[in-house]
């Protein structure tokens, strides 16, 4: 059974700082993570999604993949107080389509 | 385009009560999946379908949860009865195959009293 650890459990960072979020994994064979972001009482938005070894980049967002160290990374680049939100790592089986989800981490970011 | 719907948005029961939660998927999209998210448990998987077959129906979550999918642009979760700890946000969610970017609905969020 796949276990999906998130740390920090919540971080506050200042504005245009570097935020680094980290995520482990217990099944190296996962192929697909996701990097979502919650805002309070709204949906899930997905960030960045990466699939292989790695960097991936979406805007600010940069996701980091490393499968032997059962470790994915999301950092954000200049956040500002409009990316605070609670982030969450998901892992998906390659093709069963099943998202298994970390606790989440709370950012805050001061203006 | 229209993202995933999901209706209503809060809903208030008494313990017993049965209550039905809805969602439509995004237009084209094949698998549909509802979640369970609460503070000490995080996401958790409910049911999940593939071109409106159920393919997991959340183990746990068996015998009072039941999620159909009549037509594949609407799916019910039925909670019957209903007990505190139900109390919860139910996201849903869809996505084109397996493997494609899961876009999830607003939620409703139930309290059960």
């Known amino acids: 059974q796949q276990k999906v650890q998130q740390s920090p459990e919540s971080l506050t960072v200042s504005e245009g700082a570097m935020a680094s979020l980290n995520c482990t994994f217990s099944d190296g064979t996962s192929n697909n993570f996701r990097w979502y972001r919650q805002h309070s009482a709204k949906g899930l938005e997905v960030l960045v999604s990466?699939?292989?070894?790695g960097e991936k980049e979406e805007g600010r967002f940069t996701a980091h993949l490393n499968r032997a160290n059962l470790h994915v990374s999301l950092h954000i680049r200049e956040p500002q107080p409009s990316d605070s939100a609670v982030y969450l790592c998901a892992v998906e089986n390659y093709n069963q389509g099943k998202l298994i989800f970390g606790q989440g981490t709370k950012l805050s970011i001061k203006p | 385009d229209a993202g995933v719907t999901q209706t209503p948005r809060h809903e208030v029961a008494e313990k017993g009560q049965t209550i039905i939660l809805k969602c439509e998927p995004v237009s084209g999209h094949n698998d549909l999946f509802w979640y369970r998210q609460t503070k000490i448990q995080g996401l958790e998987l409910l049911s999940y379908?593939?071109?409106?077959?159920?393919?997991?129906d959340g183990g746990a979550f068996k015998d009072r949860f039941k999620a159909e999918m009549l037509n594949s642009s609407f799916s019910t979760l039925k909670i019957q009865p209903t007990e505190p700890k139900d109390s919860a946000v139910y996201l849903c969610?869809?996505?084109?195959?397996?493997?494609?970017?899961?876009?999830f609905g607003p939620g409703t969020r139930l309290l059960v009293l």
């Open positions: 990466i699939f292989s070894d």
């Open positions: 969610a869809s996505s084109r195959t397996g493997s494609d970017t899961q876009y």
């Open positions: 379908f593939r071109s409106k077959s159920l393919m997991e």
